[in-house]
């Protein structure tokens, strides 16, 4: 991502996703590397959902997620 006169900042991911029934989940690790940062970053985001069709052709449907994050290690020593 390219900031406006801030550092620009660039994002790797790994990711697993899983689906059972109308439940759908997500973990993924993301390395941040950010210009003049002390070290890479480490993120774990966690996502969970439901997709629930509400008509019986499946046309409509109510989606509702949730998701968290963990920061493994800050781009600084002294945070995020």
């Not at 996703?17 to 966690?46: C, H, K, P, Y």
């Not at 046309?59 to 509702?64: D, G, Q």
């Not at 949730?66 to 800050?74: G, H, I, P, Q, Y």
């Amino acid at each position: 991502r390219i900031n406006d006169g801030g550092p620009d900042e660039t994002r790797l991911l790994q990711q697993v996703t899983a689906r059972s029934g109308v439940l759908r989940a997500r973990a993924r690790i993301e390395q941040r590397f950010i210009d003049n940062a002390d070290q890479t970053g480490w993120r774990l985001r966690t996502r969970l959902g439901v997709n629930v069709p509400l008509t019986a052709d499946k046309w409509l449907h109510f989606v509702s997620s949730a998701e968290t994050n963990f920061t493994l290690r800050a781009t600084s020593n002294g945070g995020d």
